[in-house]
């Protein structure tokens, strides 16, 4: 029976609505979901294509011991066993819990019920400490807990709205569709963007400050000095609802506005506009993210940023207030069920006495943590030197996503004892566990999470649990039990909810922020009919829109915000062995490591190598040509890139995604590269900042595939594969080409012997051609050359899906183009409707002047709008072309 769901997207922290349809053939479609307050039915191309994800391949399906097909029982067994031993033998802290802000809540709060309570240690952490933890340190040192004080609408109240950190555009694209609106309507709104490279987001803000990395508590420090002596300063907020001030300003009057320009890179006359910007703008948001926390003094970026909104008293007020953007759809959750080392459950103190006593009261709970646990970067240290010696990871891949990417995979390796709860059998972690635990995944699994303006919505199941897949609640909970644990006897998510709400009003009497006790003792009927809902919802409180702090009220115990005296000064990581900054982030259509969007040939099609983005000032003096490939090294490891030459990037800065993994490309962990270097306060480790050293990879022969199945890894130096229409496509270099081509196709790709084998060789050139076929089917073309190939990709990939009968078209395989009348429609810009740049140029040479002009010819852009930008800089780039 078909079949509609409302659910939520499972990628980014604006946490969309999303409405899930099941025809009846069993077919899965998707839309935003009109009524969800986050979205109002806006998706971006990642949530349009949650579809075209869901397939089984590669999924984990059955428990596995050792790479053995196991049984449940076995398997769960077997966890509760080596969990119990290690800590009868070595004690509670010589075991380890690893999870992730994509963990539901109800995960997320047994795991942390079940190591706080009954294992009683502290030794949880989860990839949010690579995420929110500065963050969530910058709120408790100045509210006394972990808030977001401001809500979605804010944004479109605002007059200013400053973007530090953060590439919105890509990373968050629904608000910033929700901006764009706004901005559409009251031209007189301003956006801002602070980041050391010019992401798509500048290319929409009416100001793009191009800092030095790490120059933000410079910057900020010189805006509060700023705006202590103008007319923006809100004394009798400052008076009545803060402490500290003196001594912050006396900080940041320390340094002079030459001083300041200095350490951020910015001229005096940028500094002054922005200053001025701001201090006359009452209606101020600053959205902050990645680039503020993921540093080595991001915490103090925080508090410097804080402090503005304190002293202007813009906080907690309609458009008004510092905010923090999360970015995994359950970051905030996980912060909620206090799934970080150094917290408690429900926004609850560790280092408090009262509160350790409340929450194992609360939970008849044996014993209780005394003290906060590892922190990631120190948790896989305690891997390493063999403190821990029983690990649990779930829902993240810390082989890919740590920093020193590559002592991390050897600690795994040789940790007595691994397991691992994922929805994919091979991701780089999955591969080294002893015990896999199959977990449902995003549309088969049942709970709830909050987004970043502390929206609660529900995620529903839609579709039949595959092979044995069971919830990661449900793993957690059953060990739990079979370690002899009371307290885990639970039906569902609604009973886990419950208690989680329940555990949030627990005595809490307003003294905690973090209050849904309106939700506790709630039926699963309840639980399934859930509307979205912001919190706090004390008991008998009705839903409604909430905001933080504009008459004070913060949760120190004086109830007074604190500001922080934060010194500025950068932690330089460059030498004369490495003198490059290495810069790392994402990019629009592809999540982390891959694991669900590489499966999405439309998501794959946008940037579909692994790349360094480079100045081509730099690149010139190194060497390096456009397209060429280049190696980047220190001391912790080395990868292989694609150059992708831009002026977007500052001279003397490289930027890398880091999305590509084991899975995907030869060797392109960019994590590896990265020091294990934290934020003294948060812990979260610097991702954003190190050294590196960059030259071309010299390579003397390059290759192109497409193939009709997903190959396994290659033996070459460079490869990188991306999911396409009807099969793969590969990127190759070579140090020397193969000598037989053709035995290397077969041997590499594992081909039968009985397909039909064509091939072209051009002596003089260089060049080699090879196609295989099983009937009229293309199975694989591979097109080499001594110089990077140039073949059209999209033509190329077509002939996977087109019916090759005759041998004229067998051969016109290797003519490795389009035939005449036939367009190459170039690089995908839209995902939605795969429109590529050839034809986006071609409509604008055709009179096509404006985004919605092409939108109407080519469709481009109508859909989730995500690339909207970019089609807007191809009519700009055609315009100057002409105008030249
Ligand atoms: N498409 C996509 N969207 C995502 C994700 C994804 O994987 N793909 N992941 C989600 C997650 S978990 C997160 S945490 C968010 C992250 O969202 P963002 O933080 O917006 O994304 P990043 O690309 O990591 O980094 C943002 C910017 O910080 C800049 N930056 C680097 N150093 C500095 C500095 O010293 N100062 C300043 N001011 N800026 C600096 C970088 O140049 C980069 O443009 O995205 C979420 N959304
Ligand atoms: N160089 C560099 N490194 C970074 C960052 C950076 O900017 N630069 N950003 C950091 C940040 S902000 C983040 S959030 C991390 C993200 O890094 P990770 O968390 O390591 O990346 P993901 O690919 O999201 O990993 C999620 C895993 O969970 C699996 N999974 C999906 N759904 C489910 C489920 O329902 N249950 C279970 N059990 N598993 C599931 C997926 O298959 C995948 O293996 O990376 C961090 N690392
Ligand atoms: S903005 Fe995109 S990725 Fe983020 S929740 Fe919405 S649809 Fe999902
Ligand atoms: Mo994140």
Redesign the pocket.
């Known amino acids: 029976m078909p079949h509609e769901t409302r659910t939520t997207c ?1 990628y980014c922290g604006v946490g969309c609505g999303v409405i899930a349809k099941v025809d009846e053939h069993g077919i899965v479609s998707v839309k935003g979901d009109p009524d969800h307050p986050a979205n109002l039915g806006r998706l971006c191309s990642k949530g349009s294509a949650l579809a075209d994800t869901l397939s089984m391949d590669g999924r984990a399906l059955f428990p596995e011991i050792r790479g053995e097909r196991a049984d449940w029982n076995d398997a769960l067994d077997l966890v509760a066993q080596k969990f119990s031993e290690a800590i009868a033998e070595h004690g509670p802290d010589s075991v380890a819990f690893y999870v ?4 539901l809540t109800e ?1 997320y709060y047994v795991a942390n019920k079940l190591m706080k309570g009954f294992i009683g240690s502290a030794n949880i952490d989860t ?2 400490r ?2 929110m933890a500065s963050s969530v340190a910058g709120h408790r040192r100045a509210f006394g807990s972990d808030t977001v004080p401001g809500t979605y609408e804010d944004l479109e109240l605002a007059d200013l709205i400053i973007l530090v950190g953060s590439n919105l555009a890509w990373c968050h694209p629904v608000l910033n569709q929700r901006i764009q609106a706004a901005k559409q309507s009251r031209p007189g709104m301003k956006i801002v963007t602070i980041d050391p490279r010019r992401s798509v987001s500048a290319d929409l803000a009416d100001m793009h400050l191009m800092i030095r990395s790490d120059g933000d508590v410079a910057l900020f420090n010189g805006l509060l000095a700023h705006l202590a002596s103008s007319s923006a300063f809100d004394h009798d907020y400052v008076a009545a609802h803060t402490t500290g001030f003196p001594d912050a300003l006396e900080v940041a009057k320390s340094r002079t506005i030459l001083d300041i320009s200095q350490e951020t890179g910015l001229t005096v006359v940028e500094l002054r506009a922005f200053y001025r910007l701001f201090e006359t703008t009452g209606k101020v948001v600053t959205c902050y993210s ?1 680039g503020v926390n ?1 540093s080595s003094i991001g915490t103090d970026k925080v508090n410097a940023i804080l402090n503005c909104h304190l002293a202007t008293g813009r906080i907690g007020k309609p458009g008004m207030g510092p905010f923090s953007l999360t ?2 759809p359950n970051a905030m959750g996980g912060r909620e069920v206090g799934g970080l080392a150094n917290m408690l459950a429900a926004h609850m103190n560790i280092e408090s006495e009262a509160d350790r006593e409340r929450v194992q009261r609360f939970w008849n709970a044996p014993t209780i943590a005394q003290k906060p646990g590892l922190k990631a970067v120190d948790m896989f240290e305690a891997v390493a030197d063999g403190r821990i010696k029983a690990l649990w990871i ?5 082989v ?4 020193d990417a590559d002592r991390v995979r050897e600690a795994i390796r040789n940790c007595p004892f691994v397991v691992v ?4 059998k091979n ?1 780089d ?2 591969a080294l566990a002893h015990v896999l635990l199959p ?4 549309g088969e ?1 049942d709970g709830t999470v909050t987004n970043s303006e502390r929206r609660i919505s529900r995620q529903r199941g839609f579709l039949d649990l595959p092979g044995e897949t069971r919830p ?1 609640w449900w793993h957690m909970a059953e060990v739990a039990k079979r370690m002899g644990f009371a307290g885990f006897d639970y039906a569902g998510p609604a009973e886990i909810f419950a208690e989680h709400a329940a555990l949030s009003a627990f005595e809490n009497g307003g003294s905690r922020d973090f209050d849904i006790g309106a939700r506790a003792n709630m039926g699963a009927d309840e639980f399934d009919a859930m509307m979205p809902f912001q919190w706090p919802q004390p008991r008998g409180m009705a839903a409604s829109t909430t905001r933080f702090f504009a008459k004070g009220g913060f949760y120190t115990p004086d109830r007074r915000a604190r500001f922080i005296a934060v010194k500025s000064g950068r932690d330089d990581r460059t030498g004369s062995d490495a003198p490059f900054i290495l810069n ?3 990019i629009r259509d592809q ?6 969007t590489g499966k999405a040939a439309r998501l794959s099609s946008h940037l579909a190598e692994p790349f360094v983005e480079i100045n081509p000032a730099d690149a010139l003096e190194l060497g390096i040509s456009k397209a060429g490939l280049v190696q980047l090294e220190n001391g912790f490891g080395s990868v292989v890139l694609r150059a992708l030459l831009t002026e977007r990037q500052p001279r003397g800065s490289v930027f890398v995604p ?1 999305h590509w993994t084991d899975e995907y490309a030869a060797d392109a962990r ?2 590896a590269l ?1 020091a294990p270097r934290t934020d003294p306060v948060s812990g979260q480790p610097a ?2 900042h190190a050294g590196v050293r960059v030259r071309p990879a010299e390579m003397t022969a390059f290759g192109f595939a497409v193939v009709a199945f997903r190959p396994g890894r290659f033996d070459a130096p460079y490869w990188g594969m991306a999911k396409a229409e009807g099969g793969w496509r590969v990127e190759f270099g070579f140090d020397a080409m193969p000598d037989d081509m053709e035995a290397w196709c077969r041997d590499s790709f594992g081909l039968s012997d009985r397909m039909e084998h064509l091939a072209y060789a051009d002596s003089t050139t260089g060049q080699q051609r090879h196609g295989f076929f099983e009937d009229d089917r293309l199975v694989l073309a591979f097109y080499a050359a001594p110089e990077p190939v140039a073949v059209s990709r999209d033509w190329a990939v077509k002939q996977l899906s087109t019916s090759l009968a005759t041998a004229r078209a067998r051969f016109a395989i290797l003519a490795g183009r389009p035939g005449a009348g036939q367009m190459d429609p170039g690089a995908t810009v839209c995902s939605c409707f795969s429109v590529g740049v050839n034809q986006i140029v071609a409509a604008v040479a055709d009179g096509c002047r404006t985004v919605e002009a092409i939108g109407n010819a080519l469709s481009a852009g109508t859909n989730c709008g995500s690339c909207r930008v970019e089609i807007k800089g191809i009519i700009d780039g055609c315009r100057r072309q002409a105008a030249e």
């Open positions: 499972p992730s802000g994509q963990c995960d990839n949010s690579l995420c990645q993921q970015g995994q779930m829902a993240t891949n810390p890919v996503s740590m920093p709860s994922d929805i994919q991701t972690t999955a977990a449902t995944g995003w699994k990661d790392t982030g994402r999540w982390h490591t891959m694991t669900r880091m960019i994590g990265l991702l954003k």
